[in-house]
């Protein structure tokens, strides 16, 4: 590549991890042509990028971006993501599938870096809708709680009223 392809790549991955919430580094030596395509495949419908890019133009544009980057050594991919624990997830489920292929490096989430444990950490985490729906149902129970509890006293003070009413009647 020349030095202006380069600085074109740098560039262009520095503005994609602005505005990316996760990164992720990984190893990808021993997958075949097939099972890279299938890894691109799921996380492109995720809409999570995987980027193969030489790891001193990867650090360069970390750096660019803001961002301190670690050192690295070997094959890597670059997963860019705005949904962390979709993208950790789908990494750790096809590793799992793959014999531990790509086996994760490390990361950066919304700046601090991570290791490779709290990047599996972080796929064992809730997806965003269970966790919003269970703030919902957490948020919704007191009040089904107090409506309950309303309808009760409200049955109560129609059922003396009933009483009042028949024992008026009678006298």
């Known amino acids: 590549m020349k030095r202006n392809d380069k600085d074109k790549v740098v ?3 520095a503005d994609k991890l602005r505005s990316a ?5 990984t190893d990808f030596t021993g997958l075949n042509v097939k099972r890279m395509t299938d890894l691109r495949r799921r996380l492109r419908k995720a809409d999570v990028e995987y980027v193969v890019i030489k790891n001193t133009l990867a650090l360069r544009a970390v750096n660019e971006s803001g ?3 670690e050192r690295l050594r ?19 489920d096809f590793a799992k599938e793959n014999d531990q292929r790509p086996s994760v490096k490390g990361g ?23 966790m919003l729906a269970e703030l919902g ?9 107090f409506l309950g509890a309303m309808n009760g006293l409200m049955g109560m003070f ?3 009223l ?10």
């Open 108 to 130: 950066l989430f919304e700046g601090r870096p991570l290791d490779a444990a709290q990047v599996k950490q972080m796929a064992s985490m809730p997806s965003r809708e269970q």
């Open 74 to 92: 070997g094959p890597t991919g670059v997963i860019i993501s705005n949904d962390p624990v979709a993208a950790a997830k789908l990494l750790t």
């Open 21 to 25: 919430k996760a990164l992720y580094y």
């Open 162 to 171: 009933e009483a009042l009413k028949t024992q008026r009647e009678g006298a």
């Open 158 to 160: 129609a059922g003396a």
């Open 67 to 69: 961002l301190t980057g």
């Open 137 to 145: 149902a957490s948020l919704q129970y007191p009040m089904a709680g």
């Open 11 to 13: 560039v262009a991955l």
